[in-house]
């Protein structure tokens, strides 16, 4: 059993900041990949950030230069750091992880639950 535990969404301000974090737990062998997603109301998921291990960390256009991805390996921890917020980056915030839960297995893809972040004008 595999769980990503999403924290930190809420209600700001335009301009304003929020960080987000993601902790997985349960059978990990290890974890190639991990990073952010996000919904908004009658939109189709995307990609916020993500770090692939050996690789430079990819970011949407619409947030480089305001987000900053960072991971703890040791934690299997992700981080989400979100600045100068706009009201175009409201949506359901979902935490990714492309891992394997043994030396044997394949690498397969969890979700986090999601965690609402707001911004108002």
């Known amino acids: 059993q595999v769980q990503l535990v999403e924290s930190g969404g809420g209600s700001v301000h335009a301009g304003g900041s929020l960080t987000l974090s993601c902790a997985a737990s349960?059978?990990?062998?290890?974890?190639?990949?991990m990073g952010w997603y996000r919904q908004a109301p009658g939109k189709q998921r995307e990609l916020v950030a993500i770090i692939n291990v050996g690789v430079r960390t990819k970011y949407a256009d619409s947030v480089e230069g305001r987000f900053t991805c960072s991971r703890d390996n040791a934690k299997n921890t992700v981080y989400l750091q979100m600045n100068s917020l706009i009201p175009g980056d409201t949506a359901v915030y979902y935490c990714?992880?492309?891992?394997?839960?043994?030396?044997?297995?394949?690498?397969?893809?969890?979700w986090g639950q999601g965690t609402q972040v707001t911004v108002s004008s």
């Open positions: 990714y992880a492309n891992l394997r839960r043994g030396i044997i297995s394949g690498y397969e893809a969890y």
């Open positions: 349960g059978s990990i062998f290890n974890i190639n990949a």
